[in-house]
């Protein structure tokens, strides 16, 4: 099927807004290219469930689309009509299994070598939009924070090396409170600006209880029970033999939180959601409390755009060699604290970067601290770059030296 | 489609093209500077004299590493600390070609069948499949009549178990390598006795950490430890219980296979550093380190084999690289899904008699001109294959 051929029955099976959406904008859907229609629909079948900060990209998009001329709009598309495509792939039911479609989609554009012309078409579209997307000033800057190495006595590994040149590395920071502090911090905010899910805190351990409405928390060790559900299914479609990893993958990015059980009511819809879609779509996320808490600032950060995160890495499980697994192949795996360090490093980079590629960069601060230790690492406007500083800090001194109000 | 803002980042002004020459020509100073290296495109008309030089009985090892590795980790500023034997033990010994380029699909099957066939292959990764194009075994095999001992892969996981040959007419059956997954030999090796399950040893498809490939055909496993090998089951699992990761079981089996069989064309796939995709960066550091230490032992190995030593031509290249930084779509150095300029460039080194040593060679080259760099070097035609000979190692 074209989408010139879509009608608005097709999206009976829809989620109520989306639907509405969809039906909405029926005769847009209907002027847009094969290739780029199911995946706008792949996002746009996901709109009652998606934060706040993608509706308004999903609305703008749209609005942005509708408000071209024709002409206008095979300008902006010229890029994704370009594209071939098959016949098998236009009569798969892309408008039900828009994840389905896109990902045999794909598939096809590697093995036609059509790979770097989507790139390129979808980069040019993604510039354009943002391009033309009105700018709305934030209420206050975004701040990042970023703990790493809990429970690691002492390293010898150069912290924060990648860091380093966007900003200023304390040696002497008191520890005293500091998770305490930063927790504090996060609180302050999220009074002072109560804009649902603007306000973080990931933690790849238990997560330390933290005071004040308006927080979105998420950690490691409360999806527990997620996560043994989750491996549970992987084991049994394993076990099954039928398909391998794309059939995995497939039945992974069909699951709903209520089969992992996390509740879908309405007031935990969104945040389930989301949970869900760390373990399903996250690699080694179902393992690696590390690698778990990474990902989940990627997404936190690129989905619901929040103004203040702290992620707080905890320690990942350790990865057995082989002799090991030979010698005791059922045997529980230790932990691995310096590992998890050096993860929690990488992944604190990664976390200023994607802060980074968010509306309002240039004002952002980010702070990085080794827990209970006395480096830190901190980037702001105000402070200078590729600096080091021995003066003895606490958290809150530098909390404030940041000054994201 | 999902947006994501995009902000430039501080100090990364360039286009991921100009990032990827760049790279590359950071590569290319730092080896002549740290080697005293000289510039490959005048040593071009050292061929033909060097030809008449070459042993006649010459073998051939080809190393990949299916698990791509990114500068960043490795021959930029900060990675060179994790791969001390290539910079130090095997760079000053070789040629080495600093921007190669694979524009094909960046999976580990299909791209390692890509380099074996020089055609970018475009079947489903995840299929157990045979390439499309005759590879490389068979164009030597058939072409200079050797026999089915003289070719072998010891590849990582079940995925790679169609590798040897094709399924192109007049090629394929009979005419390929023999194939050996080491894990798969440890697992059957293990359950022989019948005592524990050991599939999580198995675990190789890093792409989906948890997924763990079917284990077929015990029987043939086992009769390839006797037969060609010539190790027995409890040899075998108790040097295996000596070992860390499958990389190095796989470089313990191709050690033997020289022992045994001497092949003239010898190709090993390294695997461990794929465990990138489970997202814990320590551990990915630590396969390349591994990587670092067994490829120097495979060189040392080929040193002290008297039916290799003095005549063997080792070629070592990444299939691919990973994702960069810099690039929104990834995350990194976790996966190679985007398709960006630093995952499509890696590097290749070439050593052995013959080849100019401390040498580097900045132009762009692509991961096709490997088969027909073999067949040139060997003595075969692999009229399929779509790549051009490198001429700086011929």
């Not at chain 1, 497939?250 to 949970?275: C, K, W, Y």
């Not at chain 2, 803002?5 to 020509?25: C, D, F, K, T, Y």
């Not at chain 2, 157990?128 to 072409?143: A, G, N």
């Not at chain 2, 009979?174 to 999580?200: D, E, F, M, N, T």
Request: charged share 20%; net charge neutral.
């Amino acid at each position: 099927m074209l989408p010139s051929q879509l009608k608005a029955r097709q999206f009976k099976k829809y989620p109520a807004e989306a639907r509405q959406l969809a039906i909405r904008h029926l005769d847009l859907l209907r002027e847009l290219p094969a290739s780029f229609v199911p995946l706008l629909l792949r996002e746009l079948i996901e709109y009652d469930w998606k934060f706040p900060a993608e509706r308004k990209q999903m609305d703008g998009q749209l609005a942005y689309l509708q408000s071209r001329s024709a002409d206008q709009r095979q300008q902006v598309m010229a890029g994704f009509a370009q594209l071939r495509l098959t016949s098998e792939l236009e009569r798969l039911d892309w408008v039900n299994a828009p994840s389905l479609y896109s990902e045999k989609l794909a598939a096809y554009f590697w093995a036609s070598h059509q790979i770097d012309a989507f790139r390129n078409a979808a980069e040019s579209y993604i510039r354009t939009v943002n391009a033309a997307t009105p700018k709305e000033p934030l209420p206050i800057p975004r701040l990042g924070i970023v703990v790493v190495g809990q429970g690691v006595p002492e390293t010898r590994y150069p912290l924060f090396r990648k860091l380093r040149p966007h900003g200023v590395f304390f040696s002497q920071v008191k520890p005293a409170n500091g998770v305490k502090t930063l927790l504090a911090a996060v609180s302050r905010r999220a009074g002072a600006h109560p804009i649902p899910y603007s306000h973080w805190y990931i933690d790849g351990g238990t997560g330390e209880a933290i005071s004040g409405a308006g927080i979105t928390t998420v950690s490691y060790n409360a999806l527990a029970p997620a996560r043994v559900a989750l491996l549970n299914r992987m084991e049994e479609s394993i076990q099954s033999g039928i398909g391998g990893p794309e059939a995995l993958r497939t039945m992974l990015h069909q699951m709903r939180p209520e089969e992992i059980g996390l509740s879908g009511a309405a007031d935990q819809a969104v945040l389930n959601r989301f949970q869900t879609t760390l373990l399903t779509e996250g690699s080694g996320t179902q393992i690696f409390s590390t690698t778990f808490v990474q990902w989940a600032a990627r997404e936190a950060w690129a989905r619901a755009q929040p103004l203040t995160l702290l992620a707080r890495f905890a320690q990942r499980q350790r990865q057995r060699p082989m002799n090991e697994l030979i010698a005791s192949p059922q045997e529980k795996p230790a932990l691995d604290p310096q590992g998890s360090l050096i993860d929690a490093d990488m992944g604190a980079f990664y976390t200023w970067l994607n802060q980074q590629r968010l509306p309002g960069a240039e004002q952002s601060c980010f702070l990085a601290w080794f827990e209970d230790h006395n480096q830190a690492l901190a980037i702001s406007p105000t402070l200078p770059r590729h600096t080091e500083s021995s003066s003895p800090v606490d958290l809150e001194w530098l909390l404030n030296q940041l000054n994201p109000s | 489609m999902a947006i994501r803002r995009r902000v430039p980042l501080p100090g990364n002004p360039q286009s991921p093209r100009e990032i990827a020459e760049a790279i590359s020509w950071s590569r290319r100073d730092f080896l002549s500077l740290a080697t005293g290296a000289s510039v490959g495109s005048a040593l071009l008309s050292f061929a033909p004299l060097k030809a008449l030089a070459l042993p006649r009985s010459r073998k051939v090892v080809v190393v990949t590493f299916g698990g791509g590795a990114r500068d960043e980790e490795t021959f930029m500023p900060d990675g060179q600390e994790n791969i001390p034997h290539l910079l130090t033990e095997l760079i000053p010994q070789s040629t080495f070609f600093t921007q190669v380029v694979n524009h094909g699909i960046l999976g580990h099957y299909v791209a390692t069948a890509s380099l074996a066939t020089g055609v970018y292959e475009t079947f489903n990764n995840f299929a157990e499949v045979p390439p499309d194009h005759p590879t490389v075994f068979e164009y030597f095999r058939k072409d200079l009549n050797r026999p089915a001992t003289d070719a072998w892969v010891v590849a990582p996981s079940n995925g790679f178990n169609r590798i040897g040959e094709s399924g192109a007419r007049s090629y394929g059956r009979g005419l390929g390598a023999g194939v050996i997954l080491p894990k798969r030999l440890l697992s059957a090796a293990l359950s022989s006795g019948g005592r524990v399950q050991y599939a999580h040893l198995l675990r190789d498809n890093y792409e989906t950490p948890l997924y763990t490939p079917q284990v077929k055909g015990s029987e043939v496993d086992l009769r390839q430890l006797s037969e060609i090998l010539k190790v027995s089951v409890d040899d075998f699992t108790a040097h295996a219980r000596t070992l860390s990761s499958p990389d190095e079981l796989s470089v313990y089996v191709a050690r033997q296979l020289m022992r045994q069989l001497a092949p003239s064309l010898l190709w090993i796939t390294l695997h461990d550093m794929d465990v990138a995709h489970a997202g814990a960066y320590s551990l990915y550091i630590e396969a390349i380190q591994r990587t670092d230490r067994l490829c120097a032992e495979i060189w040392k190995g080929i040193q002290s084999e008297p039916e290799y030593a003095g005549k063997t031509t080792m070629f070592i290249l990444p299939d691919f690289g990973r994702d960069s930084d810099s690039d929104s779509g990834g995350n990194g150095f976790q996966h190679h899904r985007t398709g960006d300029p630093l995952s499509r460039t890696t590097w290749m080194m070439v050593m052995g008699p013959g080849i100019r040593e401390n040498a580097v060679v900045g132009r762009r080259v692509q991961s096709l001109d490997l088969v027909p760099t073999l067949g040139s070097l060997l003595g075969f035609s692999p009229q399929q294959a779509q790549g051009k000979p490198l001429p700086e190692v011929l």
